[in-house]
């Protein structure tokens, strides 16, 4: 009789402890998950800005991006100049690129001249993709996660951004 008596006991705590081992169990994944994404949007940035420095408004870039220099080479829509100067759009599409799996509601926005004045998509007064102007590439994303959602809390907010000069 006792021994059934033992049986039952392992079973109850088996039942308590399992699903707190099953939440922490899925929190480390969600973890793994959000330095993941993180480091994702840091390299997306890093890479972004890259192309904006070397797609600058030198005379020798045959596709500039970015708001032109008054010396800059600009060019027309074609097969090889999806979207040239003033689109920021290749910049854009150098980000996502980098950003798969981080999540689809990322935003991605561009900012030429210094970085205390750069809100969003709006540059500095007068700034442009001449050689010497800082470039700044911000990207932020909502991730959703297993054991937050599980307690009722929605996505958490991440972001990253880069700057750099532009070199070309």
């Known amino acids: ?5 033992e049986r039952g006991q ?5 039942a308590l402890v399992l699903p707190i081992f099953l939440m922490l169990l899925v929190a480390v994944f969600d973890i793994g998950h959000v330095v993941w994404a993180n480091d994702a949007l840091a390299s997306a940035a890093e890479e972004a800005t890259r192309y904006a420095i070397v797609h600058g408004g030198s005379e020798s870039t045959t596709c500039p991006v970015g708001p032109p220099a008054p010396t800059a080479r600009t060019s027309d829509f074609d097969a ?3 979207f040239p100067s003033p689109s920021r759009e ?6 996502r690129r980098w950003l798969n799996g981080v999540g689809g509601d990322a935003v991605i926005s561009v900012c030429y001249g210094a ?6 998509d709006v540059d500095q007064p007068n700034a442009t993709n001449a050689r010497g102007t800082p470039v700044t590439v911000s990207i932020s994303a909502r991730l959703s996660l297993a054991a937050p959602s599980l307690l009722g809390i929605g996505p958490i ?12």
């Open 1 to 5: 009789m006792m021994r059934n008596a």
């Open 10 to 14: 392992s079973l109850v705590e088996f």
């Open 80 to 82: 090889d100049c999806a």
């Open 90 to 95: 290749a910049v854009r599409d150098a980000a």
């Open 115 to 120: 970085v205390a004045h750069c809100a969003g």
């Open 157 to 168: 907010g991440i972001s990253a951004s880069s700057t750099m000069l532009v070199n070309h």
